[in-house]
């Protein structure tokens, strides 16, 4: 199937969430100038994503195929167990607040700038995964991104975007050579069908993380990922 690319996604940046989140008050000089990044940000900001519906062609102890690639993963071939149908992803703030915030020069301003793209980031997952849901009639979908647990390690990119094809010129993100993406503000994963809901959270025991949205569930790291690996897999 022909990779599903949303460019028309609507946002809304808060003014006063934002300048709670950053600990900007109001009545301050600094608010005039958060209030300034966020209606440049507003006014230039296109954030983008791009999908595809794949399917899972063979499923290994520590591996799955998905579209003839193999993508390596103990808990995610755990995950889908029960799945046949995934939606590899990837979605960005977009290389437009990627420009601007590069242009800027003043450090606490700069930072600024990076938090609303993340913010920019957050709304654009939110609508693909509305699109999703509703392009599909999926109940429940949850998401596993490469580089979030060491089960599932930041080299995993590359096959990734080998299935997604050309995210560059789709939408403008690509890997680096380090395989961070660029623009920075980008996350790329996969979608499945659930029945319950699930967060890689659940299987990290790191006890301070800001973006925490699960608590560590030990059992279901067991289940995962504390599982001895074969010496020899498919390619190696």
């Avoid at 003014?15 to 950053?22: D, N």
């Avoid at 029960?82 to 703030?93: D, G, I, S």
């Avoid at 996969?190 to 025991?205: A, R």
Wanted: charged fraction near 30%; proline fraction near 5%.
């Amino acid at each position: 199937m022909q990779s599903i690319v949303l460019e028309q996604i609507p946002f809304h940046l808060d003014l006063r969430v934002l300048s709670r989140e950053l600990c900007v008050k109001e009545r301050k000089s600094y608010f005039e100038d958060l209030s300034h990044l966020i209606r440049e940000a507003q006014r230039i900001g296109k954030p983008k994503a791009l999908y595809k519906l794949s399917f899972i062609e063979a499923k290994e102890d520590s591996h799955i195929v998905v579209d003839d690639v193999i993508l390596r993963s103990r808990m995610l071939r755990v995950n889908l167990e029960e799945v046949h149908r995934v939606f590899p992803y990837v979605a960005t703030c977009g290389t437009e607040l990627e420009e601007w915030s590069n242009g800027i020069e003043d450090i606490l301003m700069r930072y600024w700038a990076e938090e609303i793209k993340k913010a920019v980031l957050r709304m654009a997952i939110d609508f693909m995964e509305r699109d999703i849901l509703e392009r599909f009639q999926a109940k429940m979908i949850a998401c596993i991104s490469p580089g979030s647990l060491e089960d599932w390690p930041i080299e995993e990119q590359r096959p990734l975007f080998s299935i997604l094809g050309d995210t560059k010129g789709a939408i403008g993100v690509h890997l680096s050579e380090c395989l961070f993406m660029i623009p920075t503000k980008s996350l790329s994963g996969i979608y499945f069908p659930t029945e319950v809901s699930f967060f890689t959270c659940q299987l990290c025991p790191r006890e301070i993380c800001p973006s925490r949205k699960a608590t560590y569930d030990r059992a279901l790291y067991e289940k995962n990922i504390s599982i001895k690996r074969p010496s020899q897999e498919i390619g190696d």
